[in-house]
């Protein structure tokens, strides 16, 4: 195992939570996970085993970003390196501990690209609602307050277009790609289409072929693209004790 310091995975006001625990952290961003038997495991930011995985949209339908548009600038406005957004009506319930949620941007022509990716924090009420500092910087979060926040994001460099399409997801696996479609194909009953299973959706869940495709697709992009460095991510606003990367590559709480 790589050395490297030690962290603490707390949530952004203090409070304690199931990932409060104290955890080793490579010197390239991994973490060592401690497993039954003492024995140890390295997981790319935390990634393998997850116990759910989502698309989280970002955009509208009538504001679609060019694919031109520089990733770093696209973190730096949605803030998704630290906390994806849900509308005010829609609390995230579905989203646990330790899920992955990839980061997609709705872009032009229409298409959602994947840019991202980060491990979420399960929704809790008063701590994850966005407080007035948050719309002054963002005041587009008064119709999108509801956060799950995410720790160990990581992102393409470049440009969107450098991204991996959800197209390319739905054309390969159909009914396959997200979690209701396939449940809908298994029974017979229900919406199979994946292009109809996000609509107005903030999120969507993906299956297991999903998440290991996207997966896949996205390392492939960070070897041929490169990463958002640690330095790139620390200009980026942050929320007091939320994980974050430091020189070197690794992170702190």
Known sequence: M?????????????????????????????????????????????????????????????????????????????????????PKDKRPRQVEDGAVMFMGRLVEPKDTIIYGRAVAMQHQEGRDDATPADMKLRPWKEKWPHYIRVHHAEFIAGTLSNGVPLSQLMEEFKSDAFASTKQHAAKGSGNTDPRKAYMRQAAVKLSDEGYNWLNNRLEAAFQNHGKLTSSELEKLDWPDRIVRPRSGGSHRG
């Open 2 to 86: 790589a050395s490297g310091s030690w962290g603490r995975i707390s949530d952004a006001r203090g409070g304690p939570t199931t990932l409060d625990i104290p955890v080793p952290l490579t010197e390239h961003g991994a973490m060592a996970i401690p497993r039954w038997g003492g024995r140890f495991i390295i997981l790319p930011a935390l990634v393998a085993d997850a116990p759910q995985s989502f698309v989280k949209f970002f955009g509208e339908g009538d504001n679609r970003a060019e694919r031109t548009m520089k990733i770093f600038e696209e973190v730096k406005g949605s803030g998704c390196h630290w906390a994806c957004a849900y």
